[in-house]
Every structure is written in C-alpha cells, then in structure tokens.
C-alpha cells in the first residue's frame, strides 16, 4: 500500500475570525470558494475588499456535483491560500477541488510532501 502525508488546513474559529483572516492573508495569493447566498450577505460585503482574493468562485451549488471539480481549472502552486466560506456544501466542493487537484498533480503532490 502507498501512503503519503499532507498537511492539514489551518482552521479558524474564533470571535474575532474576520479580522484573524484578513491578517492571515495580508501580501498572500489567495482565492475563495463560496455560494451565492454568502455573497449578499453583510459581512461579505464589508470584507472582501479586505482580503483582497485572486479569484472567487461564488456559483458553488448546494450538494455539489463531481463534474463540477472537474470543470475548474485552478493553478494551485500560484496560490497560497485557500477560504471556503459557507456551510457544508461549500467546504465539501473545497476540499474536493483540492484533493482532485492533489491526486492529479504530481509536482503539486511532490510540493506539499
């Protein structure tokens, strides 16, 4: 059996998470994944402009499906943050893009080891 170790995201709980999160980001590529209900919300507004994302990917459907993380395109070694802000669905597309990218990525693989 072939084994490899990744190491895990850093997540953030914390009272004060968005300010956390734009100094955790500040002079970082970083691009977010999110639904189109977070983008109306208030605290999205008043903070995207703070942590300032590459790209955002905010069309992510409620129970994603796999053709839908085959379809992205995303240079992963341009980036050095990834924020999943939303509910299940939103995280779960996250982390499948991620690890569809880290199986079909050797030199992407052969980074993070």
């Known amino acids: 059996m072939i084994t490899n170790s990744i190491n895990l995201p850093n997540i953030i709980y914390s009272k004060n ?3 956390d999160l734009i100094n955790i980001t ?7 994944f999110t639904s189109n209900s977070w983008t109306t919300k208030k605290i999205y507004k008043e903070n995207i402009n ?3 994302p590459v790209k955002v990917f905010d069309n992510i459907k409620p129970n994603p499906q ?3 993380i085959f379809e992205l395109n995303i240079d992963f070694k341009k980036i ?3 924020i999943s802000l939303g509910g299940g669905s939103v ?11 880290l199986i079909n990525n ?4 052969s980074k993070l080891l």
């Not at 500040?26 to 977010?32: A, H, Q």
């Not at 996250?94 to 990218?101: A, S």
């Not at 050797?106 to 693989?109: A, Q």
């Open 80 to 82: 050095d943050i990834c």
């Open 50 to 52: 703070y942590i300032k």
């Open 106 to 109: 050797k030199k992407l693989f």
């Open 66 to 68: 796999l053709y839908s």
């Open 91 to 101: 995280i779960d597309f996250t982390k499948g893009i991620l690890g569809y990218n």
């Open 26 to 32: 500040k002079k970082k590529k970083c691009i977010l």
């Open 17 to 19: 998470c968005i300010s």
